[in-house]
């Protein structure tokens, strides 16, 4: 199959896309769109595509002739972006966070339903080799079933960029990353959100850039997540920094791709005697974005359904969605995802 690429968003983004995509035989770069057609030329002389700029998504679907684009915008435009492009009869990549609010992941959802196309969201996290490896733990049973997942991650995040004019810049802009890995590793969907967000005292942000959260898995599982975007010193990965509990064992990774993630684990629950495994990082460490590109092309080639399609990141997503009216509410807020729109109930 060759795809023949709309690219709309040429941020810093678009380069870690473009650098997976333009070695690829069957990929053709065939239009770049950006609001700013400046960056849209600036990214096209630096890779030497031979390939026509746009400044809107709707000139360049009315122009060209392709099969797959990838959406690079910001959240706030990815309801449009994708459901355009959908009905113009194009497969969608999209970058995360998939929407900014529950009736604009809906509607995609409805959209790629009724179009037959393919809409798929990028999750790179999801391809770190420690990642797959604690969720292939978990699915074994080996230890037992999760029980309790607890994730943190204290950053310094740029001030400057446009998180910074969010009402809860840390849960609308990343905390997508840790909901989606914390569901992929315990193999489970979220069912309720309990979400406290504040802004901590000397926090160079103006919204919310901290919180403490509780979610229920599906599989009876409990996520704990706590974090701040301005922390100061003494900082955790992007990736957070995990510890996943199970029925007889737990299981331990700093966030690190360079690093090794343990575990412990007993025979039999009230030995208290434990053994020790390491699950080694991968002798090659590749870019989880290339890897993902890679998945996604190819499942895109042979009809399957990659692990982050549309219809299993409204789980991610609905985290997002509920942990807001849990905030705004102060309560406990109920996670229903539905086959069928609306897909995300929250109650």
């Not at 339903?113 to 990642?131: D, F, L, P, S």
């Not at 990736?239 to 509990?245: A, D, E, G, M, Q």
């Amino acid at each position: 199959m060759k795809f023949k690429i709309i690219m709309v968003g040429c941020g810093v983004m678009a380069n870690h896309w473009l650098n997976s995509i333009t070695p690829k035989d069957d990929c053709e770069i065939i239009a770049l769109a950006d609001l700013d057609i400046g960056r849209a030329k600036a990214a096209r002389e630096k890779y030497s595509l031979e390939c026509r700029v746009y400044s809107s998504v709707d000139e360049a679907l009315e122009a060209e002739s392709g099969n797959l684009l990838i959406d690079l915008t910001y959240v706030t435009m990815h309801h449009d972006v994708t459901i355009k492009a959908l009905r113009a009869g194009y497969d969608v990549i999209g970058e995360k966070p998939m929407a900014f609010e529950p009736n604009q992941a809906n509607d995609m959802l409805r959209a790629a339903a009724e179009t037959g196309k393919r809409y798929i969201v990028a999750q790179n996290r999801r391809y770190i080799g420690q990642v797959e490896k604690i969720r292939d733990i978990v699915i074994s049973k080996k230890i037992g079933e999760p029980v309790f997942i607890c994730a943190e991650i204290f950053v310094s995040a740029d001030m400057a960029s446009i998180r910074n004019q969010l009402e809860y810049p840390q849960l609308q802009d990343n905390n997508i990353h840790a909901f989606d890995m914390a569901r992929y590793m315990a193999n489970g969907n979220p069912i309720s959100a309990y979400y406290h967000s504040f802004n901590p005292k000397g926090s160079k942000y103006v919204g919310d850039a901290a919180c403490a959260a509780i979610f229920e898995f599906d599989n009876g599982a409990v996520f704990e997540f706590r974090g701040y975007n301005g922390a100061e010193g003494c900082h955790t990965t992007w990736n957070n920094s995990w510890r996943v509990l199970c029925e007889r064992g737990t299981i331990l990774w700093d966030g690190n791709p360079e690093n090794d993630a343990f575990y412990e684990y007993a025979e039999q629950t009230g030995v208290y005697a434990y053994q020790k495994e390491t699950l080694k990082k991968p002798d090659v460490i590749r870019d989880p974005n290339a890897l993902e590109v890679e998945d996604f092309l190819d499942a895109l080639s042979t009809g399957r359904t990659p692990s982050t399609d549309c219809k299993d990141n409204i789980h991610s997503i609905a985290m997002v969605f509920a942990s807001v009216k849990s905030i705004r509410e102060g309560r406990k807020v109920a996670i229903e995802v539905n086959e069928t729109y609306p897909y995300i109930v929250l109650n």
